[in-house]
Nanobody, 124 residues
Framework: QVQLVESGGGLVQAGGSLRLSCSAS????????MSWFRQAPGKEREFVATSGILSTYYADSVKGRFTISRNNAKNTVDLQMNNLTPEDTAGYYC???????????????????WGQGTQVTVSS
């Protein structure tokens, strides 16, 4: 069992930055691929970024602006978000999976554990 708790959301102006953090319980954190998804009102949940066992992956919409990083010693995975735009406004969710490979990482149905989410609002 893995429990995930996100923090770091808030209100920021366009062009600003935020850093989200996800803290995980459990002794096998390093065996999970950790990802961030987001969901805006009226829209489906979408993939943002993954820190896999060996590689990182990003959605095209955030590539070059967002950076995912993990600390296996602290059981945390962070999402540094720079140059934010109003289109980044959404609830952001941390998720964990033991599946391997980008084809699995990008679909939310492949994740076993989810956090409660943290809201990010970007004003224009």
């Amino acid at each position: 069992q893995v429990q995930l708790v996100e923090s770091g959301g808030g209100l920021v102006q366009a062009g600003g930055s935020l850093r989200l953090s996800c803290s995980a319980s459990g002794r096998t954190f390093s065996s999970y691929a950790m990802s961030w998804f987001r969901q805006a009102p009226g829209k489906e949940r979408e993939f943002v970024a993954t820190s896999g066992i060996l590689s990182t992956y990003y959605a095209d919409s955030v590539k070059g602006r967002f950076t995912i990083s993990r600390n296996n010693a602290k059981n945390t995975v962070d999402l540094q978000m720079n140059n934010l735009t109003p289109e980044d406004t959404a609830g952001y969710y941390c998720a964990a999976t033991q599946r391997r490979g980008r084809v699995y990482y990008i679909e939310d149905k492949n994740y076993d554990y989810w956090g409660q989410g943290t809201q990010v609002t970007v004003s224009s």
